[in-house]
């Protein structure tokens, strides 16, 4: 069973930077979507950002031009740089991976457990 780890998040003050990882203890041999979610308390869960298999990305019009995703296929780990945080970027950040591990296995859905994110002075 692949597990996702994230790692990166922490207190940063306003105007700060941050960089999440997000590491998958297998491969996948299909890569549908990589993305970063977040959830703030009393609200629902978003897109942060994604990233698609054909390296296609897409970015919540709260972060366009702060955060950048990336990938790297050999390290199997999937990245969201964060620039000029503001405190309304607080939440707990989700790295979520769409693909296959086997070609005998259909796509699935994994996410990892979370990182806290806080900005504030």
Avoid: H
């Avoid at 298999?53 to 366009?64: D, I, M």
């Avoid at 050999?74 to 086997?102: F, H, I, W």
Wanted: with cysteine.
């Amino acid at each position: 069973q692949v597990q996702l780890v994230e790692s990166g998040g922490g207190l940063v003050q306003p105007g700060g930077s941050l960089r999440l990882s997000c590491a998958s203890s297998g491969s996948f041999v299909v890569i549908t979507f990589m993305g970063w979610y977040r959830q703030a308390p009393g609200k629902e869960r978003e897109l942060v950002a994604g990233i698609t298999g054909g390296r296609s990305t897409n970015y919540a019009e709260s972060v366009k031009g702060r955060f950048t995703i990336s990938r790297d296929n050999a390290k199997n780990t999937v990245y969201l740089q964060m620039n000029s945080l503001k405190p309304e970027d607080t939440a707990v950040y989700y790295c979520n991976v769409m693909g296959r591990t086997d070609l005998s296995q259909p796509t699935r859905n994994y996410w990892g457990q979370g990182t806290q994110v806080t900005v504030s002075s």
